[in-house]
T-cell receptor, first 114, second 118 residues
Framework: DTEVTQTPKHLVMGMTNKKSLKCEQH?????MYWYKQKAKKPPELMFV???????INESVPSRFSPECPNSSLLNLHLHALQPEDSALYLC?????????????FGPGTRLTVT | AQKITQTQPGMFVQEKEAVTLDCTYD???????LFWYKQPSSGEMIFLIY??????QNATEGRYSLNFQKARKSANLVISASQLGDSAMYFC???????????????FGKGITLSVRP
């Protein structure tokens, strides 16, 4: 089973709200990723967790706060977002962060910031 | 310089015909991996096929095959017997081997939109 699940599918939030995106995988993968994708553009890497530790932060603004409670779960906490943060947020996982292991993506959360 | 180049703005193919989606890459590493992903309008990125730089054979996965020409630094995706469900955006991506630790990243091309006509 190569399934990565994400909740919610859609999220509308105001600029003063606090919300969280959730991602889960049960493939035993040790690396998990957050990507941001604007329409008609490739995904942009935000964060990488390897063995539950943050290994890459692509200079993401602090209004995005990742959390990896255990090897199967990945959260993205959102606070005081801007309208330009509206995008598709994709979670992915791979067997390991290094090497050439393919990444499996979830269906994404479509975020709209009003 | 772009590491992954996908220049075809949009492709059209008749159902049941084959189509080739182009991808060229730029790297000075000897060890690297090339990936193709499909993204339908629903948004999910679906892994299709992988080719390692040291693989002697072109990768194949069902109706997908990768035409890997190392000297030309190209990794074109060939989809045989196109189906209506193949209509999607297709991304070529590369992972370079110089840094295969936790900090290596997947670099995506800009993507190609494929439309399959009935």
């Amino acid at each position: 089973d190569t399934e990565v699940t994400q909740t919610p599918k859609h999220l509308v939030m105001g600029m003063t709200n606090k919300k969280s995106l959730k991602c889960e995988q049960h493939m035993g993968h040790r690396a998990m990723y957050w990507y941001k994708q604007k329409a008609k553009k490739p995904p942009e890497l935000m964060f990488v967790y390897s063995y539950e530790k943050l290994s890459i932060n692509e200079s993401v603004p602090s209004r995005f706060s990742p959390e990896c409670p255990n090897s199967s779960l990945l959260n993205l906490h959102l606070h005081a977002l801007q309208p330009e943060d509206s995008a598709l947020y994709l979670c992915a996982s791979s067997y390991q962060a290094g090497g050439f292991a393919e990444q499996y993506f979830g269906p994404g959360t479509r975020l709209t910031v009003t | 310089a772009q590491k992954i180049t996908q220049t075809q703005p949009g492709m059209f193919v008749q159902e049941k015909e084959a189509v080739t989606l182009d991808c060229t890459y730029d790297t000075s590493d000897q060890s690297y991996g090339l990936f193709w992903y499909k993204q339908p309008s629903s948004g999910e990125m679906i892994f299709l096929i992988y080719q390692g730089s040291y693989d002697e054979q072109n990768a194949t996965e069902g109706r997908y095959s990768l035409n890997f020409q190392k000297a030309r630094k190209s990794a074109n995706l060939v989809i045989s017997a196109s189906q209506l469900g193949d209509s999607a955006m297709y991304f070529c991506a590369m992972r370079e081997g110089q840094n295969t630790g936790a900090n290596s990243k997947l670099t995506f091309g800009k993507g190609i939109t494929l439309s399959v006509r009935p």
